[in-house]
């Protein structure tokens, strides 16, 4: 079964759902809720990634995630940390947080490799070439799966090299990263590639704007949960490990959907009910 990664950025800023979550009991609220509707893991953040986003201090974004991800795991909830800082990472797993999700794959800060390395924590290497403010330039590919596939490739094998077992790492293409539509969708469209590497594959569309340019009338993020749930079924078909999404809902329709149609496949053709 695909996992679904509930979101819960505990930020006043996130594209989408920005400011809803900031207070702490209301965060864990939310993350309670997700669960309840069929998340699996709570992937918690304290530092928006939008284009455009200012980055916070490290102290600030510490005050914002630990006591969130110390209260989930204490109700027995696994925690995903989304974040670019080694310190972060390391005070989360100090706190309980099994993943570390760091949407730069671990380029941001040279230490969190080492971090990585020491924790026995899983990561999550997803495709990244640059912070925000420079991600529109860094949007040029020749070929964008072959780039995209070996800059994770280089970084996974970095890791390994360093002492990781390739059991705890998870890759993902990082759409909308420096990324515009375009390369989204040839990045779906050949998600083979990459789950063809053997490691599980994670993938993060839900409510981004390359949605949005599709579905006319979705100019609110919100309104992009329909077409965010059919991406994750389409993944789900294709093989990802996990779907990381703001919608949880809807993501376990589509889902269950995609795994009653993947069971059905493996019927033989002629049985009789
Ligand atoms: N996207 C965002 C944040 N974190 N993590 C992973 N692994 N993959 C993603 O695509 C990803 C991420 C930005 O979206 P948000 O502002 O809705 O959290």
Known sequence: MTEILGIVNVTPDSFSDGGLWFDRDAAVRHAVGLVARGADIIDVGGE???????RIAISEEQRRVLPVVRELVAR???VSIDTMNAATADAAIAAGASIVND???????PEMDDLIVASGARFVVMHWRGQSDTMALNARYRDVVSEVLGEIEYRAAQLIIKGVDPSRLIIDPGLGFAKHAAHNWTLLGHLDRFTALGLPVLIGASRKRFLGELVPGSAHA???DLASAVLAALAAREGVWGVRVHDVT???????VAAAWTAGAEEPAGERM
């Open 48 to 54: 928006s990634t939008r284009p455009g986003a200012t």
């Open 76 to 78: 027995g909830i696994t």
């Open 103 to 109: 949407v730069s794959g671990g380029l941001a800060d």
């Open 222 to 224: 919100s309104e992009r």
């Open 250 to 256: 809807m993501t376990r329709a589509a889902l269950d």
